[in-house]
T-cell receptor, first 114, second 115 residues
Framework: AQSVTQLDSQVPVFEEAPVELRCNYS??????LFWYVQYPNQGLQLLLK??????LVKGINGFEAEFNKSQTSFHLRKPSVHISDTAEYFC????????????FGRGTSLIVHP | GAVVSQHPSRVICKSGTSVKIECRSL??????MFWYRQFPKKSLMLMAT?????????EQGVEKDKFLINHASLTLSTLTVTSAHPEDSSFYIC???????????FGPGTRLTVT
């Protein structure tokens, strides 16, 4: 079965500290991987995506993620977070050969404390 | 990047009335659009896939007679919540698939409150 897992429902961190938000998937076919951020009462904004090529992907707002095929992971990282990074983060996976409708993780709430 | 708009951004309606939400792709043609519902503190739940010129495909458990979807043109899909009830109150988000079909572009969402 194809699935996406975000193990951490909430990640608290202090400002200027590094952070990693975890995303794992299960699939027997090739995948396309996405991270989205959602601020309160707003839609989803694409942070970064992996479609092919380099497994290290850099996105907006200083975020990056690395596609690890052997570990079926696509963890999101930022070396130094800001208060303004407080938001909900969703990992999404599209499975090749299918309908290209993404499967979303349950989301991780990043809470940055001053 | 591609832009998808939604209108209205928020709406309050009385129980029993119908509400229409519009989703537009502003700078590309989208043969396929998607409608999601998001409950508080929850992930997105796909409601239906909207295909231009044909009937929408609804996910299991979604009432097609209650949530009417029309995709009359390559840039516009509409979701009409008919005979709305308080339990229909939610955040509704649409998205449009890029022409290659790999990526989706999301609208800003519509907050529906039924009183």
């Amino acid at each position: 079965a194809q699935s996406v897992t975000q193990l951490d429902s909430q990640v608290p961190v202090f400002e200027e500290a590094p952070v990693e938000l975890r995303c794992n998937y299960s699939s027997s076919v090739s995948v396309y991987l996405f991270w989205y951020v959602q601020y309160p009462n707003q839609g989803l904004q694409l942070l970064l995506k992996y479609l092919s090529g380099s497994t290290l992907v850099k996105g907006i707002n200083g975020f990056e993620a690395e596609f690890n095929k052997s570990q079926t992971s696509f963890h999101l990282r930022k070396p130094s977070v800001h208060i303004s990074d407080t938001a909900e983060y969703f990992c999404a996976v599209t499975f090749a050969g299918g309908s290209y409708i993404p499967t979303f993780g349950r989301g991780t709430s990043l809470i940055v404390h001053p | 990047g591609a832009v998808v708009s939604q209108h209205p951004s928020r709406v309050i309606c009385k129980s029993g009335t119908s509400v229409k939400i519009e989703c537009r792709s502003l700078d590309f043609q989208a043969t396929t659009m998607f409608w999601y519902r998001q409950f508080p503190k929850k992930s997105l739940m796909l409601m239906a896939t909207s295909n231009e010129g044909s009937k929408a495909t609804y996910e299991q458990g979604v009432e097609k007679d209650k949530f009417l979807i029309n995709h009359a043109s390559l840039t516009l899909s509409t979701l009409t919540v008919t005979s709305a009830h308080p339990e229909d109150s939610s955040f509704y988000i649409c998205s449009a698939a890029d022409p290659a079909g790999v990526e989706q572009y999301f609208g800003p969402g519509t907050r529906l409150t039924v009183t």
